[in-house]
């Protein structure tokens, strides 16, 4: 099993510009989630979904979209980066109770110019 | 909603003793998890321990162990025979059925040769 997998790894952009952080998950998990960590803030949930085509919206949605076609997929899409959105993003994924260990991905690294 | 407080944002501890980081959280649940995680350096989030909200006897995992007090919601999470390896973040979080998980806003271990 691969786990939880991110990609890209690091990435540039300009203020204004679109892109799509990829997770992708080989567990069957129905629970997957998106977080932002800053410096002294920790972990800020995004989105999240508990299954194909349901999501919600967490702490620090604006700005950001998610979709969940899949099971195994729950990309997440900044609509027009802002350097604001300069941080570290986590995706996790778990099985959908609540003592179930969360997976996270190796993050990636997110930097608005 | 649910919070979880993390109120020392770092700690230091000289390798081969004990250090325990703080955790309380707030909610009207009564069935619950909670969570420590682990993020070293390498920024991988790994699972230290859980507690179920339910079970009375204190969770333990090796060198780790948590004092679990429900009436005033607090889990703290002890560290014994501390190892260089211990330095990383420390999160808690909290988790009840059908909700999303609440991550702290971490602990910054130091360990002192």
């Known amino acids: 099993n691969a786990g939880v997998t991110q990609t890209p790894k690091f990435q540039v952009l300009k203020t204004g510009q679109s892109m799509t952080l990829q997770c992708a998950q080989d567990m069957n998990h129905e629970y997957m989630s998106w977080y932002r960590q800053d410096p002294g803030m920790g972990l800020r949930l995004i989105h999240y979904s508990v299954g194909a085509g349901i999501t919600d919206q967490g702490e620090v949605p604006n700005g950001y979209n998610v979709s969940r076609s899949t099971t195994e997929d729950f990309p997440l899409r900044l609509l027009s980066a802002a350097p604001s959105q300069t941080s570290v993003y986590f995706c996790?994924?778990?099985?959908?109770?609540?003592?179930?260990?969360?997976?996270f991905g190796p993050g990636t690294r997110l930097t608005v110019t | 909603a649910q919070t979880v407080t993390q109120s020392q944002p770092e700690m230091s501890v000289q390798e081969a003793e004990t250090v325990t980081l703080s955790c309380t959280y707030d909610?009207?649940?009564?069935?619950?998890?909670l969570f420590w995680y682990k993020q070293p350096p390498s920024r991988q989030m790994i699972l230290v321990i859980r507690q179920e909200a339910y079970k009375q006897q204190n969770a333990t995992e090796n060198r780790f162990s948590v004092n679990f007090q429900k009436a005033a919601k607090s889990f703290s999470l002890k560290i014994s025979d501390s190892q260089l390896g211990d330095a990383a973040m420390y999160f808690c979080?909290?988790?009840?059925?059908?909700?999303?998980?609440?991550f702290g806003t971490g602990t910054k271990l130091q360990v002192i040769p």
């Open positions: 909610t009207s649940e009564s069935d619950y998890y």
């Open positions: 996790a994924s778990s099985a959908n109770r609540e003592g179930a260990e969360q997976y």
């Open positions: 979080a909290f988790r009840a059925w059908g909700q999303k998980v609440t």
